[in-house]
């Protein structure tokens, strides 16, 4: 039976129903590790094509939209969905397609020989193939506030919570192309978008400064930090301080994007596979790293997207590579 959406025959299911998970299992086709939209999606399109596969889920199964609160761009909801509620359906869809998912962290990985070989605090497992799919966490201003507030008006993605802020004044902080572009974004909804950058000076690319500092809807504090974030229920105001002059003033708002960059989670891949200057997971063709039999999805490697749905669509594609690799590697042996 042909999967109905990737048109590849690769990824035949077997029709002998789902697999039932054995826990105590150590060797696997294929080793997922990460548990956000890339990693379930891969466990799903794994697990279908036949692999016994394992999700090693790390410490917060379910990654970044577990913080969130109502997904509204992830095709198929009509009324959208919580992310919560989306990554519960994402996991129990791959535990249904024989997934094993072991809800422990990957403190070690050897991909020095195959089998190779990913280790947690307690069990060393085993894989011909592995998946990273560990994602990346967005840089954080340190701030009392920004945990209080979490999605009650503190985002970290424009494009996901932009319109949640229709005719409101908010903060955009940061100075980078993510900065610009959703400052420049969020003015599709926002009454006022007040720019807060700790620096004189732009980082973002020559043009889409421009495009934002002639945008009469964007206001620049230059030289500022955001040092507290207010509010009842929901963010409410912020205080931000020159730091030239340390003159401190409150702005009303109703919401506030930190958009100071993404830390990637691949402190355990160093030395292992490439990763470029800022951590990201380099691939070398499609989604294939430099290690074969090692592939990447989702944003931890991804920099421009980072949405759930282009995290999925990475998950699919490292599994359909994985098939490829694993059925190639097969027919070498033969
Ligand atoms: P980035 O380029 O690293 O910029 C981060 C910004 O946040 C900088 O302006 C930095 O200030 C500021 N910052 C860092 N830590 C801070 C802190 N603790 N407090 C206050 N401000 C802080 O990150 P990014 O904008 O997310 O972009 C990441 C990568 O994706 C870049 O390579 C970028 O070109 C790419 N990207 C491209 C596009 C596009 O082409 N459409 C869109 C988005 C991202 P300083 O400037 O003072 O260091």
Redesign the pocket.
Known sequence: MMSADSGAAVLETKDDGPKIPDKKKTKFDVIIIGAGPSGYTAGIYCSRAGYDTLILSGVLPGGQLVNTTEVENYPGFENGIMGPDLMIDMRKQSQRMGTTIVDDEAVNVDFRHKPYKVLTASEEYEGQAIIIATGANP?K?GLEGEETFGGKGVSYCATCDGPFFRNQDIIV???????I?EATFLTKFATTVHLV???AEL?A?KVMQERALSNEKIKFHWDS?VIDIKGDQKVQQAIIKNLKTNEEKSLDIGGLFV????IPNTKIFENQIDLDDEGYVVLKNRTHTNVEGVFAAGDVHD??YKQAITAAAFGCMAAIDVDKYISESANKQE
């Open positions: 840089r201003l902080v940061g100075g980078g192309d993510s900065a572009e950058h700790r620096r980082r690319s930090a958009a100071i960059g993404h920099k421009n």
